[in-house]
């Protein structure tokens, strides 16, 4: 196999129903030379039943968590094993378009000074994230921008991508979902400037397994504030 130039992180959890449909996608798309690194984070549903029990092509690694760690522990796991110069992240629920992978990654490669890409997502068309959720994520994105002095549209969107040293270099210690804004913090605070792209966006309903709580948008703002007053 050509050396990767993109290191897709799929985190996973419990997601035996997207799982197949999320692996094939990716694999799918026209990106240059990339790999798939898959992390089990200790799922309860078959899911790591499913993926010992198939053979999967050259470029694809599977890792394990004997125990459910977090999003955040899963994405560290991945990061240890990437080989690609830009690494990516793409959740395995297939709320995010695949076909979006190009877009983030595209500025990297051709822009030397776009280090960071971020996808954005505009809310439009499926109506199943409630009201408050998206009146959430603009909270959170509001208090980022205060603390941090930017002016970013979307801070927990997943479709993230960046230069796999940049991503390394991160101090991150989240475990669970919020790593997404330490993410972003730890970023600006390397003073990295986050290149924002649109993407698509179809949300699942609670009933189809959405799990944010406010009790997460709480979450999320400790962990801003938390960034903002410490350096790792």
């Not at 898959?38 to 999967?56: F, I, K, N, Q, Y």
């Not at 986050?194 to 799990?211: D, L, N, Q, T």
Request: aromatic content about 8%; proline content about 4%.
């Amino acid at each position: 196999m050509t050396s990767p130039l993109v290191s897709v992180i799929l985190p996973v959890y419990n997601g035996r129903r997207f799982l197949r449909g999320a692996v094939d996608s990716v694999l799918a798309q026209s990106l240059p030379p990339c790999e798939l690194i898959v992390v089990d984070d200790g799922s309860t549903d078959r899911t790591a039943e499913l993926l010992r029990g198939r053979e999967w092509p050259e470029g694809v690694t599977v890792l394990h968590h004997e125990r459910n760690a977090g999003k955040g522990a899963a994405v560290r796991t991945a990061l240890e094993h990437a080989n690609g110069e830009f690494a990516a992240i793409f959740d395995a629920d297939l709320e995010y378009d695949p076909n979006d992978l190009a877009a983030l990654v595209g500025p990297l490669r051709d822009d030397d000074a776009v280090h960071v890409v971020y996808g954005v997502r505009t809310f439009d068309g499926y109506t199943s994230h409630s009201f408050l959720y998206v009146m959430g994520n603009k909270g959170v994105t509001l208090a980022a921008n205060v603390l941090f002095n930017v002016y970013i549209h979307d801070l927990m969107t997943c479709h993230k991508a960046m230069y796999t040293e940049t991503f390394r270099a991160l101090p991150l210690r989240t475990n669970g979902f919020s790593i997404e804004p330490e993410i972003t913090a730890r970023l600006l605070q390397r003073g990295e400037r986050i290149y924002e792209v649109p993407v698509s966006y179809r949300a699942r309903a609670s009933e189809e397994g959405k799990k944010l709580t406010a009790a997460d948008g709480f979450r999320v703002l400790w962990t801003l504030l938390r960034c903002r007053l410490t350096s790792g």
